[in-house]
């Protein structure tokens, strides 16, 4: 029997309600799963999820003093720091319609996402990218993300950068030629 699909969270007090309503809809369509939850919250607590704590640096990040960003989005950036090689990323705000498992076996040699279609032409150009990337839902070797200092390579990039789209914008920038498109299923 192959070993459970491995689902990541990024999330904090705020996204909470949302966070459940999405783990719902993965456990209705997917029996063998683990869910796992990189917070910033100590007291995050989520039944039937494994809680990873990491305490990160605020002072990193820019927001605007209206922006409706908390630091949470930027947890993405640090996924690499969890205990596994391989997940599959899904904000909180993702609700689960099928099964998984043929997304979890897509061949992943760095990052899997989808194209932004609608905005994401205006995105790339704006940014000189060939394509822009959603980030999601994101299936993440984290093994390789490690070997090439995915992390610290965001976070420098971020130092450089006053991104429109926050964590997504970054990853775009930092590793848009690395990115595996996934073709979207209606």
Not at 87 to 102: S, T
Not at 168 to 185: A, G, S, V, W
Request: proline share 4%; charged share 25%.
């Amino acid at each position: 029997m192959e070993g459970p699909i491995r689902i990541a969270y990024v999330c904090d007090k705020h996204y909470l309600p949302y966070l459940q309503k999405s783990i719902e809809s993965v456990k209705r369509y997917n029996k063998n799963v683990d869910i796992v939850i990189l917070t910033g919250d100590k007291d995050l607590e989520v039944p039937n999820a494994k809680t990873f704590y990491y305490q990160i640096d605020s002072s990193l990040f820019k927001f605007n003093k209206n922006d409706r960003m908390k630091e949470g989005v930027y947890y993405k950036l640090f996924l690499p720091l969890l205990p596994y090689d391989k997940i599959l990323y899904i904000d909180c705000d993702v609700i689960c319609q099928r099964p998984l498992n043929e997304l979890w076996n897509i061949d992943c040699p760095f990052i899997c996402a989808t194209e932004s279609y609608k905005v994401g032409k205006q995105q790339a150009k704006d940014l000189h990218l060939s394509n822009y990337y959603l980030t999601g839902m994101m299936l993440m070797n984290l093994k390789e993300l490690r070997k090439q200092n995915f992390t610290q390579r965001c976070l420098n990039r971020l130092s450089k950068e006053n991104p429109k789209f926050h964590d997504e914008t970054i990853i775009n920038l930092e590793f848009n030629n690395q990115i595996k498109n996934i073709d979207i299923k209606k």
